[in-house]
């Protein structure tokens, strides 16, 4: 009797070992069989195991000592006997703190609501396009005496738009102006709020596994469909041959690809805030400046350049000194000017050249974040020979500009200088090719070409061209800020393509013989229901089997 109750003790534990292990394994939290990973043949019914697993818990004798144990939790809160009368003061203490914690959790979750709301973000949106537009007309960066002509207050644009409003809305320096800057970062806010409000939380939920234990669930679907005489493991090995990700428990199934098209919005957020934070470096962090310096001269770079905005920091390149060793120009065959190019030569602090470029038109010269530009040119000096005399450099000035059209003029005195009227011979340049001169009277006298060693004679003069010095025109800039825009463009665009592609979800459950299908997906939804027969066509039809004759 003895060791009947002893080995009925032992199957009891025994039994309740394997129970325990088999509710862990039914954790619908934790699926524990993949598609790779089939269950065993052998079926049982769940519900019978669950109840009898019930039954054998609760017919225990809460009497026997032996068998009985008390169950702590840790951290559990005591009983109300054992609770002391005075509770220590940090109890009480504690209160306000979980309070104010309490009104802090709401008031951000209040202000992130309003940060995310779409209607705030578009007009946010709306407002910085029409700033960026406002500072593409009006003229950036000119002395506030231009302001005062261009937008006077007795002739406002619009009735109400004067200089006034430029001036203290900073609109004259629009891209670094705190209301540019302002808007900047609400709608940058917005973005971030919109992402931790609604799109990770949106990516949470699609990786989650959800398993659909009702067929009438299924066919709700957008897509549902049913397999007659067909296994779910047969579904599932054709669904990752297609590029499903498949996840089964039992008798149902979850299928899912084109996960990366949820994870697109939250990059496309972090693109645009990429693109804002570069162009912010960009406006208050810069520097920029224009010169236009002659052949033969130089200029050092801090100098030139001038800060943007408060974050603009001057480098050790600053130092650096630029000289201009030659400024040339191409032409087309009718004349006018198709290229012009300068060589630069960069010395450092120590006279060192350490770089030499020949630059022009979309060629810049780059240096330590420096870049410099081929921008403009212009005529500076005329070397003549005067009776075999010289070279004397006579200055040139722009006589009108007019577009691309350019026309500057020189004077060389002929005769007695210390007289009240002095006479001379006019000179006039289109460009570096050609001088066209004309005597005291102001009648012409003919064209001579720099470096031409041909001499012409006005008014008892000799007068050779030795060459036409040229001026180059130079925009210099630093932008820290363009390689986190290039970054920020190259994410959106990468992005923006993925997010046109489909997520796409599929449940499935066996039904006896049956298995039902059904799925969704945010995208393609006419190819869709095509692309589910394919699948459907391929899962195989399970044969019945013939009858067996018992001998």
């Known amino acids: ?26 954790n619908p939290l934790k699926p524990q069989i993949h598609l790779l990973k089939p269950p065993n043949s052998r079926t049982f019914n769940h519900r019978r195991l669950l109840s009898a697993v019930s039954c ?27 609770k002391n009368e005075n509770p220590p003061p940090a109890a009480v203490d504690s209160r306000p703190k979980k309070a104010g914690w309490m ?42 005496e231009y302001y005062f002509q261009k937008y006077p207050e007795d002739n406002p644009i619009l009735g109400f738009f004067t200089w006034r409003w430029i001036l203290t809305l900073g609109f004259d320096h629009m891209f670094s102006s705190p ?12 973005l971030m709020a919109c992402t931790y409000t609604t799109q990770i939380p949106m990516v949470k939920v699609a990786r989650r596994w959800s398993f659909v234990h009702s067929a009438k669930t299924i066919r709700k679907l957008e897509f549902a469909d049913s397999l007659p005489k067909a296994s779910i493991k047969d579904l599932g090995v054709v669904l990752s041959g297609s590029g499903y990700e498949v996840f089964m428990k039992g008798p149902s199934l979850y299928a899912f690809k084109g996960m990366a098209g949820r994870f697109a919005p939250i990059g496309v957020h972090l693109a645009l805030l990429l693109i804002m934070s570069g162009g912010t470096l960009s406006a208050t962090g810069s520097f920029r400046g224009s010169v236009t310096v002659p052949q033969g001269l130089n200029f050092v770079m801090g100098d030139v350049l001038g800060p943007n905005g408060f974050l603009s920091k001057p480098t050790e390149a600053f130092n650096t000194e630029v000289h201009v060793n ?15 190019h300068t060589d630069l030569s960069l010395f450092d602090i120590d006279g060192k050249e350490v770089m030499r470029k020949t630059i022009s038109v979309n060629d810049p010269l780059r240096y330590e974040g420096i870049t410099i530009y081929q921008t403009d040119w212009s005529i500076s000096a ?34 007695n200088t210390d007289s009240p009227n002095v006479k001379g011979v006019s000179m006039l340049l289109r460009d570096l090719q050609s001088v066209v001169l004309y005597d005291s009277e102001g009648k012409f006298a003919g064209v001579r070409r720099p470096n031409s060693k041909l001499p012409i004679e006005i008014d008892g003069t000799k007068i050779e061209i030795v060459d036409a010095i040229g001026s180059s025109g130079l925009d210099m800039k630093t932008d820290p800020g363009v390689p986190i825009v290039y970054a920020g463009f190259g994410a959106l665009m990468l992005t923006t393509c993925i997010s046109y592609l489909s997520h796409t979800q599929i449940w499935a459950l066996q039904d006896g013989t049956t298995v039902v299908v059904g799925g969704k997906t945010n995208r393609a939804k006419i190819e869709f229901p095509e692309e589910m027969n394919r699948v459907l066509d391929r899962v195989p039809e399970i044969q019945e089997p013939s009858d067996v004759v018992c001998g």
Not at 62 to 80: F, I, M
Not at 131 to 138: D, E, H, N, P, S
Not at 179 to 190: E, W
């Open 382 to 415: 005329l070397q003549v020979l005067k009776d075999d005399e010289g070279p004397f450099n006579l200055a040139v000035a722009p006589l009108t500009i007019n577009g691309d059209k350019k026309l500057y003029g020189s004077f060389l005195p002929v005769g």
């Open 326 to 340: 030659r400024f040339s120009m191409d032409y087309y065959d009718s004349g006018e000017v198709s290229q012009f």
């Open 103 to 144: 009104f802090v959790k709401r008031l951000t979750k209040r202000v992130l609501a309003f940060l995310a709301n779409l209607p705030l973000a578009l007009a946010e949106m709306f407002t910085v396009a029409g700033l960026m537009a406002l500072g593409t007309f009006i003229d950036q960066g000119e002395a506030p």
């Open 1 to 26: 009797m003895m060791a009947l109750s002893s080995g009925h003790h032992v199957s009891s534990l025994t039994l309740r070992s394997s129970t325990m292990e088999t509710l862990l394994t039914l």
């Open 56 to 82: 054998k818990l609760t017919s225990q004798s809460p009497k026997d000592n032996k068998t009985q144990k008390k169950l702590v939790v840790p951290d559990a809160a005591p009983s109300l006997s054992e």
């Open 179 to 190: 209301v540019f800057l302002g808007t900047l970062i609400l709608l940058g806010a917005s």
